[in-house]
Every structure is written in C-alpha cells, then in structure tokens.
C-alpha cells in the first residue's frame, strides 16, 4: 500500500499547510468559548495493537470524561457551544492529519478505538490492526449518527458493546477484504458528500 501512504503524507501535509490559519483561528475561538486546553488528546489503539494518541480540536468542557466515555446525542450537556458546530461538520477532526503525517493513522481505516473497548475483541477481531486507523471508513460512514443512537439506547453502554461494536467490526473486516487505493478515494468522496451535505 505504498500509494496510500503516499497519499496520506502528501494530502495531510497540503492539508495541515493549507489549513493553518482556520486552525489558529478555531483554536482562538475554543479558548475564548470555555476553560480548558485547544488540543483533546487521547489515547487509542492503532496497528499491530499499539497504543497512540489521537489529536482533537476539544469540544466537551474539562472532566466530561469522568462521566462517562461515550457521547450521548449530538447535543450532550457536556458539549460546549463551539463544540457543537465543530462535531457537525468534523471540523474538531482536522488535528488528525497530525496522526496521519505521523504514520499513526490514514484517511481511510477502521475508527481507531479505546483500549477499554477493544478488550472486548474475540482473537479474530484483532485482525483489523492489521492497517492504520482512520479518519473515515466503511463503518463511520454507516454509524454517523451513533451519538443520537447511544441516546435512544436504554443503556447505551451495553448497547455499544454488544450491538454496535460488533456490527463495526463486521464493516472495518469487510474493508480490509475490499481495501485497494481507488476504494479508498470512493469512501473519502462519499464521506465529504455527507459532511457537506449534512
């Protein structure tokens, strides 16, 4: 897969070159909006089941975590004002291409999960670390609406093991199987689609 590793160090290069002024500015706008850092940073598991951290523009107020890992609707008390518009149109995403300059992670991959969650994994699962996590893939794009679906579940925490998880991880395997530059390039045009269109 040199051609998409290519791709990422390029794209995210331009991206990160290209983008730097609105990235200075949204980080400007979130100090001014609430207490708290720019940057949420956190750990995940990436190929060959390593730890890294991802890179977010941070959208919920400080300590959101302490109640609870998962988001519950896209309009959660713990999501601040600017974090709201941020989440809509992915823009609290764009600190990734950090990730992918760095190697840690690709456009197109299996969401790369918590290493809580991941303990849940049947051996067969794990083979999905076979490639870089992305930023989009075949199950973000069926799951973009997972925080409202979380919401409605009546315990949602069960509900994204027992349902969710495995229903993700029946798509990023089907990727795997299917994965090639140019199916890449499709998910990535239909996720722009989406966000714009949104």
């Known amino acids: 897969m040199i051609a998409k590793r290519c791709f990422d160090m390029v794209f995210s290069l331009i991206g990160l070159m290209l983008l730097t002024p609105l990235l200075l500015l949204i980080s400007f706008i979130i100090i001014i909006d609430s207490k708290g850092p720019v940057f949420f940073i956190q750990g995940r598991v990436g190929k060959n089941n390593k730890d890294f951290n991802i890179y977010k523009f941070r959208t919920m107020r400080i300590q959101s975590e302490s109640k609870g890992l998962l988001t519950l609707g ?7 004002q600017v974090g709201y518009f941020l989440r809509r149109y992915k823009i609290d995403e764009f600190p990734q ?4 300059l760095k190697g840690d992670m690709s456009f197109v991959g299996p ?3 918590l290493r ?3 303990n849940f994994y049947s051996e067969d699962d794990l083979r999905i670390f076979e490639v ?7 199950a973000s794009l069926k799951y973009r609406n997972e925080v409202e679906l979380l919401k409605a579940a009546e315990n949602p925490e069960e509900f994204f093991i027992k349902t969710i998880i495995p229903d993700k991880l029946k798509y990023n395997k089907a990727y795997i199987k299917r994965r090639n530059f140019f199916f890449d390039l499709k998910l990535i045009f239909i996720t722009i689609v989406k966000v714009v269109t949104k």
């Open 74 to 80: 896209n309009h959660d008390s713990r999501i601040t």
């Open 97 to 100: 291409l950090l990730n992918i």
């Open 111 to 113: 969401r790369p999960e």
């Open 116 to 118: 809580y969650y991941v």
């Open 132 to 138: 870089r996590p992305g930023i989009t893939g075949l």
